[in-house]
């Protein structure tokens, strides 16, 4: 082995890292992108409207934390969201000072349309694992995610 290569635990054929984010992308550049684009939607414009409809009444700045992106990244996407109707921002009744972010009655129908085209695109990848098998690596990608998550490096 090269000296000079990096040494993981399981070996450079098995890097795990490596892996995971070129399952990603082919699964995001090749399907998910790909069939939201058909209902004019990007991924992240569609995770965004997930989390609003999760979270409903976050502000632009709790919204970005989720997505360890800073508040004027978020913004034009979230204006873009709103001009389309999908969101509304309105004052929290709270903090006058702050915008509390919804979905729009378009803005959840238009997710659920969206919901049953990732549900497709699942069961299509993911269709001949049986249930155990999904549930244990959901369950172990959810471990990886708050590892990460409470690890997270400012960047």
Known sequence: MDNTAVKLKHGPARNTTYLLAQTTNIIR???????LKQHGLTSLQYTVLSVIKRYS???????????????QTMGPILTQLEKRGLIVREPN??????????????????????NHVIADIEQEIFGELDD????????????IYRRAQDNHRPR
């Open 132 to 143: 155990d098998t999904l549930q244990h690596f959901r369950e172990t990608l959810q471990r």
């Open 29 to 35: 550049n090749s399907w998910i992108d790909p069939a």
């Open 57 to 71: 009444g976050l502000s632009s700045a709790e919204l970005s934390r989720h997505f360890f992106v800073t508040p």
């Open 93 to 114: 009744t709270e903090n006058r000072r702050l915008l509390a972010i919804s979905l729009t009655d378009e803005g959840g129908r238009h997710l659920e349309t969206c």
